[in-house]
Each structure stands twice: as C-alpha cells, then as structure tokens.
Nanobody, 116 residues
Framework: QVQLVESGGGLVQAGGSLRLSCAAS????????MGWYRQAPGKQRELVAIITSGGSTNYADSVKGRFTISRDNAKNTVYLQMNSLKPEDTAVYYC??????????WGQGTQVTVSS
C-alpha cells in the first residue's frame, strides 16, 4: 500500500503562485508515474500534469507555460509549482501515483482557490 499526503493548497489572488507537494510513503517503491489531477465543483476530475520516474512530463493545455511539475525520486515526492493562477484554476487538487503500471493511489486532495 502507498499513502499520499498533499500539502500547499490555499487561497491566492489571480496572478499569484502556489506550490503543492505530495509525499508518498508505505510501500512506495517502483512508482513510475506521479501526477496531479483536479476537480472543480460540478466537473469531472481532469489531468493537470504527470511526470515519470525518468523525468518525462505531460501537461494539460490549460496549464502549459504556467505550471511546472517536478519530482524528487529519493524522497518519493512530487511538486506542482503553479504560477499566474487564474480563477478557473480553482479546484480540489489530487495527487496520484501509479505503481508497477497497475496500482493507482490517490491523495486526500487539497483545495486551491483563486480569487479574481
């Protein structure tokens, strides 16, 4: 089992920045892909960004150029630096980890609210 603990959410004005962190613990080995998803009220959960253990990344078009995902494999921690935040970025952000390409784990979610 893998446990994911997120931190770093909060309230920020439009144009501001936040940095999310997600630490994996437990049987946190052979985690290939880690990433961030978000879910706004009344909407489906959507991909924000993912990163492989080798450092390859993929971003949603809506956050390209504003968000940066990074990873510390030694610490089993993934980060999401969010700059130039917009009100439409408001959502609960969830950390995700995929182990062995089979098992999917989710964090409890952290609220990000961007005021206009």
């Amino acid at each position: 089992q893998v446990q994911l603990v997120e931190s770093g959410g909060g309230l920020v004005q439009a144009g501001g920045s936040l940095r999310l962190s997600c630490a994996a613990s437990g049987s946190a080995f052979s985690i290939n892909v880690m990433g961030w998803y978000r879910q706004a009220p009344g909407k489906q959960r959507e991909l924000v960004a993912i990163i492989t253990s080798g450092g390859s990344t993929n971003y949603a078009d809506s956050v390209k150029g504003r968000f940066t995902i990074s990873r510390d494999n030694a610490k089993n921690t993934v980060y999401l630096q969010m700059n130039s935040l917009k009100p439409e970025d408001t959502a609960v952000y969830y950390c995700n980890a995929n182990q062995y390409g089979v098992y999917n784990y989710w964090g409890q979610g952290t609220q990000v609210t961007v005021s206009s």
